[in-house]
């Protein structure tokens, strides 16, 4: 009986484990819904997505394009994370009032301060429309699947949009096999609330940066406003907080290791699919450049970030964001590496060549993948370099617009046309000239232009190398060729003048700024990849396209009524899984959660990654928690992991227990599961949480706002 029992456990937990893994489709959710139940979930299908009735799903935003947020009150107070809020932070701050250093907090309505340029996404509903979408393809192959693509989607959208009330979308699923429209209403006038210091918000830097243990309070609180019909408005004065249909209640009672954990949210983009031809690339081409070109951007970066306030505040955000992705490339590479996650989908490739040699002709399809992949990865690394390092320069990207008054010229356009392509140019100009510091991005132009030099192939070089660096800088030491390179260009153009380029951007003088340094170059590096390689790279997408086609409609049918989640793509998931630990290692274990006290062990004053204010250190040595602290462990929980499936776009999802209750927003993955954009990993995948106590601790205790917690519904 005893041996009965434990087999029946052994099996039941597996059951469980493969339920962790998915970005479950809400509207889908009663194929799940028995599985949800027996891991502790209390909720009805109809509670959690429902057009007609008040759900989750409607405390549930897409913020700013690239995060999740949720609705924590009844008066539009929203909750996400840090770095989610972080531009706009930045963008509100000046050196003498820095809300991104100090923190801030709005003490009434009044004070909450507009963040021009966010908004928020709330989806009205989701709907199937394979059928119609299909019927309209019909046999369309490549270019022009995308193409008719673009009609019948303009029309469906036309037709959900409902004299502008509604903004639409219609997306693809499982590599073109199915398609769905999401419906949504977008509120502009978003207001900053509350922020913690930045010594707490990114509490642990680069080093901590997707690793585990963690101590990070990564939130940040806005507030959605609308006019007096409840209805999306611009900024007014006279616009009032937003009355949401739902908003998620805040438990105080904490989490246990093995608790239900659910999380929604608008997670990116996974490529769960990627053949293992896709991942080669990946590990020794694609994520090899990325890192090595982001390297040196961002020690140019923070070297000159140092010297200078005003310049380390104009690049936060763009730091911040870079150094992201560089991490993340580094650790996705090791993992796919540790994992052995290329033998692992050459294995599965394998056996779906067995069984596909004899159904539809699909045994085929991995061959077709292989020459496909020989076929572009000779001009893989130009695409990087192109778009990482080349177009790194604000100067670049700015420079690289004339494409479009040099193509006006040719076709010898009127001169009314020019002197609109001239205001674009002129608007392009401020904002760039707003956000840049000059000294910066020279060095910046100089080092990735030379990078793309010595490691582009020499026969992909464009011409403005060979004419102009070398001609006239000519130098055994190429550091020396660039940087007197970039000299000339920065002194020379008048892309930094704002009055010599007024005088020359209008009909009668465009001619002499197409001579200026700096648009032959950045359309010598345009037209070079646009004439030569950007084809190349479009035919290998399409290609792409119909044979993702082919293996995820194949996978859907080999695998009959067994369920099968796709891609991530920006449009709401659900994923479920529980708070747990882990052992990464042979003799390493991680506990599931991490307490206050770790902030004072790895506190180091002065330190740009580690250092706290002098309030919150007294406030922790003092251990004063208030309601905050956790009855059963006696003291503060920091954050806690769960084995939720999430990826970038799920920052700032709220962590929802099996009441629906809030209990975290989540904000990181660890380190020992990098590589799950590609293949998820049931052992080591742990979605790293905020626990909503160390949030409303600082909330309240940090930053005096009481009143922000007695407009929540709190439940202890």
Request: aromatic fraction near 12%; hydrophobic fraction near 35%; include cysteine.
């Amino acid at each position: 009986m005893k041996k009965f029992l434990l087999l029946f456990l052994f099996v039941a937990s597996q059951i469980v484990s493969k339920a962790d893994e998915g970005m479950w489709l809400p509207l889908l959710i009663t194929q799940n819904y028995d599985a949800m139940q027996r891991m502790g979930l209390k909720l009805t299908p109809e509670q959690i997505y429902s057009i007609n009735n008040s759900s989750m799903k409607d405390a549930i935003v897409h913020f700013g394009g690239g995060c999740t947020a949720e609705i924590i009150s009844a008066n539009g107070l929203l909750l996400t994370n840090h770095h989610c809020g972080y531009d706009a932070i930045a963008s509100l701050s000046k050196v003498s009032q820095n809300y991104l250093a100090n923190g801030f907090m709005a003490t009434s309505t009044e004070q909450e301060l507009p963040a021009p340029g966010l908004s928020v996404k709330f989806l009205s509903r989701m709907e199937d429309v394979t059928d119609r979408v299909n019927k309209y393809l019909g046999d369309a192959y490549g270019k022009n699947v995308e193409t008719k693509f673009e009609e019948i989607a303009k029309e469906i959208t036309k037709a959900a949009n409902e004299n502008g009330t509604y903004e639409s979308d219609v997306k693809s699923f499982y590599g073109g096999n199915k398609y769905y429209l999401f419906v949504y209403q977008r509120f502009t006038d978003i207001r900053l609330v509350s922020a913690p210091p930045e010594n707490l918000g990114k509490f642990g830097g680069d080093t901590d940066n997707w690793m585990w243990p963690r101590h990070t309070c990564d939130f940040s609180m806005f507030r959605v406003y609308c006019n007096n019909e409840n209805k999306p408005a611009a900024y007014s004065k006279n616009n009032r907080p937003y009355i949401p249909k739902h908003h998620l209640p805040v438990s105080l009672k904490g989490v246990k290791d093995n608790d239900y954990a659910m999380i929604m949210g608008y997670p990116g983009r996974t490529t769960r699919y990627l053949t293992s031809y896709g991942v080669d690339l990946a590990i020794n081409v694609s994520n090899p450049a990325i890192v090595k070109i982001r390297d040196k951007r961002l020690s140019i970066m923070r070297e000159e970030m140092e010297k200078d306030p005003e310049v380390d505040l104009m690049y936060a955000s763009s730091y911040a964001s870079i150094a992201n992705y560089w991490k993340y490339f580094i650790g996705q590479t090791e993992q796919l590496k540790n994992l052995n996650i290329l033998a692992q989908k050459e294995k599965e490739e394998s056996e779906f060549s067995r069984w596909g040699a004899n159904t539809k002709n699909y045994g085929k399809l991995m061959g077709d993948y292989q020459k496909a992949y020989a076929a572009y990865t000779p001009y893989a690394k130009h695409q990087t370099y192109y778009r990482e390092a080349i177009m790194a320069s604000s100067v670049t990207r700015l420079a690289a617009m004339f494409e479009s008054m040099e193509k006006a010229l040719d076709a010898e356009v009127s001169a009314d046309s020019i002197n609109t392509l001239c205001k674009r140019l002129k608007n392009g100009q401020a904002i760039t000239l707003k956000n840049m510091n000059v000294n910066l991005d020279k060095k910046v132009f100089a080092a990735l232009n030379l990078l793309f030099y010595q490691d582009v192939p020499k026969a992909q070089h464009p011409d403005v190398f060979g004419k102009v660096v070398f001609a006239k800088f000519g130098s055994d030491d190429w550091q020396e060729t660039f940087d007197a390179y970039a000299d000339y260009v920065y002194n020379k153009t008048a892309l930094l003048d704002t009055s010599r380029f007024a005088e020359l951007c209008n009909a009668d003088n465009i001619e002499e700024l197409l001579d200026d340094p700096a648009v032959v170059h950045a359309l010598s590096v345009v037209k070079n990849y646009k004439t030569y390689y950007e084809p190349k790279i479009n035919e290998f997408n399409y290609e792409m396209f119909e044979l993702n086609r082919a293996y995820q409609g194949a996978l859907l049918e080999k695998n009959g009524n067994k369920q099968m989640y796709p891609d991530a793509n920006s449009t709401m998931r659900l994923t479920y899984g529980k708070v747990n630990s882990y052992s990464p290692k042979d003799a390493v274990f991680f506990n599931y959660y991490t307490m206050a006290d770790g902030l004072l062990q790895k506190y180091k004053a002065g330190d740009k990654e580690f250092d706290l204010q002098p309030k919150v250190v007294d406030l922790l040595k003092n251990k004063d928690y208030g309601a905050y602290a956790d009855r059963d462990l006696g003291g503060l929980v920091t954050c806690f992991i769960t084995t939720n499936d999430i990826t970038g776009g799920n920052s700032g999802s709220p962590v929802i227990n099996g009441n629906g209750e809030l209990i975290g927003c989540a904000f990181d993955g660890n380190w020992e599961a990098m590589s799950g954009d590609v293949a998820f990993d049931k052992r080591y995948k742990r979605t790293i949480c905020a626990d909503i106590r160390y949030i409303l601790w600082v909330v309240d205790k940090v930053l005096d706002g009481r009143k922000l917690i007695d407009e929540m519904t709190v439940r202890y």
